[in-house]
């Protein structure tokens, strides 16, 4: 690993013209400033482009075994292929890499770390590589843990309400242009099909998403289940280190631009109440907890879109079973669910690297 | 209880005017004729409006004791303090009531009916009224009847996508204007609160609905729970006689126009296989199934909006849970949610009533 220089870690951020990438830019912009030189990295078609980054402008460079020289960490907001052939690169020339993508979270050599939960996991490393969870994942992820840590999580039912920005900058564009369109109508959405035929084109999602919910996110696995719902699950068990948590997961996309919400029924080994439940969650760094229904008042994605933390609202205690809250969360899928929490693990190694 | 004439029971119509009663309408114009002189009544500010119903004017009649006079099945589309003072009436006055508001659901003395799973319940009816289910019991009650009878239901753990028309025409009206607001925007959506500054007035509910997702309907009971969430427990259990039922339900509304949608988990006391449950669910009444992913094949509200049946689709097994169904469902809530139910309801009265 290289030293530090200016007493300062270096950074590459690879796929710094991305969706993931231009949040990234953002945040290492406003947050507390732990860096050296920060490298920005993309494809050779963006070689050459400027994105400002703490204020100044920085040239793209083209993905290069060579552009890891010196590169304390490397932080990859790209796809799985790419981060599957590149991180190892940046690792061999002597980098740590905070991948984003799915290549190597199930993995049991790559830790899969949210540093509020297990930020230990990001020191055992054995290929120099950690992974970031998926978003709808760590959109509860963060209280989960606070919850587990007094409660001793045994189950999960998640139901999702994911965003239509999960599919990148194509599902938002989708989305908009599929509003305009059903937008001024008196009818759309009372006969079968009306709205499938108004909008026409259906962008990355399987059905429309104007006036609808669609019960689907990812590509389908063995059983009927999408990739998404056993991503909610696997990854779940191993942030937790519960290989043994019953996770059942329904992933469906609903029509809001940035920002997952779940409705969450968990079940723990320990009875929980409410008012404790809420305690923790006040608690808890990077959770706020709005919940409080006789005045309005509960996470929703539109008012909490471009925020940091895991919100949660709605807390209740199964009426048929003391061992069981029902919840609801929102969190920003570009934030948290990517772009922060890669961030902060980019953090913990800066830490790490300036103890020495 | 007055013999029917013309071979043929007199039906009244109270609420004709509403949105379910505009829905019943309908029904009982395309439905299987069972019905001698149809009656419609409103309030008095709708006396002398004239309505078609099977193809015929119909003049609506202002609400009085005289209205029932020679009405065998009365039923009552009209808000739940109509229903409560004005069915006792009707059934003095010698008919059965259905009622489709919340006003009797969970009397010990009224039975809950839904003609696919407790048909038998509606001969028992000591005070001459039969109550019809919250529409959101309504969009899953059938589909879990036919799996209880085959594995015997347990739990039930039920995340709602519930439509804007649930809260009425207000609530369509406001969706409508909502989504004209954001519509054309490049930009709203991802920073904390623009869309609810862009759409100012929320109408009925609690929180912008386009582009958004609201985690409340109906009103505050105790422990945080909404009504409707209360409604899906007490009415499931009431519904399929299983006093002991555990359920917890988190209601949500999404922006879509109408047709409720759930995602289920569900635990039986028999083990269970995606194969049967996929067969029981096929032929079920009143159900069908479409469940294949591979090919883009699953239910969704905008697709099945208009429409009679319960849409089931995502069957699959709990990974970590042999007794468990995941699933999830779609089903009008004007049409199986309160105006076909009910009318289902009035025709098992009817052929009771010509079995002498
Ligand atoms: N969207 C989300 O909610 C979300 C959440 C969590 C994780 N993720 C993951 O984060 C990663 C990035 O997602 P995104 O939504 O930001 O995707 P995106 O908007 O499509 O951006 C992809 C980035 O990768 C770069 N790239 C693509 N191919 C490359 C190559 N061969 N060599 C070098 N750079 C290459 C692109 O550079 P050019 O501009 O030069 O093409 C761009 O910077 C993905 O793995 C995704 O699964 C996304
Ligand atoms: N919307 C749903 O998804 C849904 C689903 C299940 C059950 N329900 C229940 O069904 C009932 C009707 O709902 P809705 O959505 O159709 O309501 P709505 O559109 O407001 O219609 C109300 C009806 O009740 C009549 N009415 C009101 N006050 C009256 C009075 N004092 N005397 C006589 N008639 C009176 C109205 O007649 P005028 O036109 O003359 O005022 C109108 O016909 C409610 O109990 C509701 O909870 C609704």
Redesign the interface.
Known sequence: MSPARNGKPTLAVVGATGAVGTVMLDLLSTREDVWGEIRLVASARSAGKKLVVRGEEVEVVALSPECFDGVDVAMFDVPDEVSKEWAPIAVERGAIAVDNSGAFRMDADVPLVVPEVNPAAARRRPRGIISNPNCTTLSMIVAMGALHAEYNLQ?L?V?S?QAASGAGQPGIDAL?EQ??K?????T?????????RAIGELGPF???LA??????AGS?KE????SEELKV?NESRKILGLP???????C?R?????TH?L?V?ATFEREVT?DRAQAILRDAPGVVLV?D??N?E??????????DPTWV?????????PH?L???LCGDNLRKGAALNTAQIAELLAEELAEG
């Open positions: 189950a039912v139901a309400y908009r509003i305009s059903v937008a001024g109508s008196d759309l959405g009372t006969q079968p099909g009306d709205v499938r399987p059905a429309p006036l609808n919910v669609v019960p689907w389908l059983d009927g289940w999408s699950r043994d948590l019953r996770v059942s997961a329904t469906v609903v029509p809001v631009i940035t919400s409705a029924h409410v919940d229904p006789a309005g509960f996470p929703t994605p539109a008012d909490v879109v471009g925020t609202g709605r807390v209740r205690r199964a009426i048929d079973d069981s029902d919840l609801f």
